[in-house]
């Protein structure tokens, strides 16, 4: 079955860098492309970019200078790399798989907290 | 960037009562838009795409309209685990934008 598992660091100092690991199983990266969703506690979720299925990339261009993303297909992992991170960082990063109708599945999200 | 205007933030409602939510898109999404319900410490699940089709295995009392850049989440016959966060999101243009959500409160 389609799965979708996030792994990182729960604590992040400020100015540091965030690096975050999507790892999928029941699907192919190079079949369905998949994004990253933030979602601060309390409020509504932000979507942060994508890796296509072809290898492209989008971005949120309220991020992009910070934002990077990336894949390793022979180890069905997309990645996350963000920099100079804040404490309006902190929030769960969820990976998703995207249809072209909308997010069909969703990891369980990692919590993430900046904070010295 | 495409700003999706939810409401309301919260309501209340009765067991098998019918309660409306409401997205209104900043401009055209040409009904590029989903529904998610998420419940409390757990990820969002799409219940609605394309503005008003149903995903596979969601019940049918869960329905979606369209009317302009007016998107409608009406959910018929509350039951008590609809007990949730529902949020829009439209996919029609980068970045996608979701709403601020609607948390829905059985009595």
């Known amino acids: 079955q389609v799965q979708l598992k996030e792994s990182g660091p729960g604590l992040v100092q400020p100015s540091e860098t965030l690096s975050l690991t999507c790892t999928v199983s029941?699907?192919?990266?190079?079949?369905?492309?998949v994004s990253w969703v933030r979602q601060p506690s309390g409020k509504g979720p932000e979507w942060m970019g994508r890796?296509?299925?072809?290898?492209?990339?989008a971005y949120n261009s309220a991020l992009k200078s910070r934002l990077s993303i990336s894949r390793d297909t022979s180890k069905n992992q997309v990645f996350l790399k963000m920099n100079s991170l804040q404490t309006d960082d902190t929030g769960t990063y969820y990976c998703?798989?995207?249809?072209?109708?909308?997010?069909?599945?969703w990891g369980q999200g990692v919590m993430v907290t900046v904070s010295s | 960037d495409i700003q999706m205007t939810q409401s309301p933030a919260s309501l209340s409602a009765s067991l098998g009562e019918t309660v409306t939510i409401e997205c209104l898109a900043s401009?055209?999404?040409?009904?590029?838009l989903a529904w998610y319900q998420q419940k409390p410490g757990k990820s969002p699940q799409l219940l609605i795409y394309?503005?008003?089709s149903l995903q596979d295995g969601v019940p049918s009392r869960f329905s979606g309209s369209e009317s302009g850049t007016q998107y409608s989440l009406e959910i018929n016959s509350l039951q008590s685990e609809d007990a949730a966060t529902y949020f829009c999101?439209?996919?029609?243009?980068?970045?996608?934008?979701f709403g601020s959500g609607t948390k829905l409160e059985i009595k």
């Open positions: 998703t798989r995207d249809q072209t109708e909308g997010i069909d599945y």
């Open positions: 029941g699907f192919s990266l190079t079949s369905y492309s």
């Open positions: 890796m296509w299925y072809d290898g492209d990339t």
């Open positions: 401009e055209d999404i040409y009904s590029n």
């Open positions: 394309d503005a008003s």
């Open positions: 999101q439209q996919h029609h243009d980068y970045p996608f934008t």
